[in-house]
């Protein structure tokens, strides 16, 4: 038998944008399969350098999962993020959460960047 989503210890954030098209299918997809979640707006309600430190904590490149460098923002900096410090990243990606790939959804354990419904059906399962 498969664990049900009420066994789950770690509630679900997920970290959204409304005009963003991959966190609406992300989105319709957990409402689908009655998924409780945390929704957080990124730009009203954007993750905390100590959020982004966990978030950086369970990626497996590091700050390049997160960060969307074909963003329109991302070409407009005027700075080499390569001479940021990690903790002068992760305070630009909160002041400037377009930086941020989009959704992010972690239960505290595990992260999912993107829309990615394998993902998120292993997540569950």
């Known amino acids: 038998m498969g664990t049900s989503t009420a066994a789950r210890t770690q509630k679900l954030t997920f970290f959204t944008y409304p005009s963003c098209t991959s ?62 410090t990690v903790s002068e990243l992760l305070e630009l990606l909160s002041e400037d959460p377009r930086l941020l790939k989009r959704p992010i959804l972690t ?5 999912i960047v993107g829309y990615n419904q394998s993902a998120m059906k292993e997540l569950l399962a």
């Open 23 to 84: 966190c609406r299918k992300a989105k319709a997809w957990l409402n689908a399969n009655g998924v409780e979640y945390e929704e957080r707006h990124l730009f009203r309600n954007p993750p905390s350098v100590e959020e982004l430190m966990e978030i950086v904590k369970k990626t497996h490149n590091g700050v390049d999962e997160i960060l969307s460098t074909r963003s329109q923002r991302f070409k407009q900096l005027e700075i080499d993020i390569n001479e940021l």
């Open 107 to 111: 239960d505290g354990e595990n992260l």
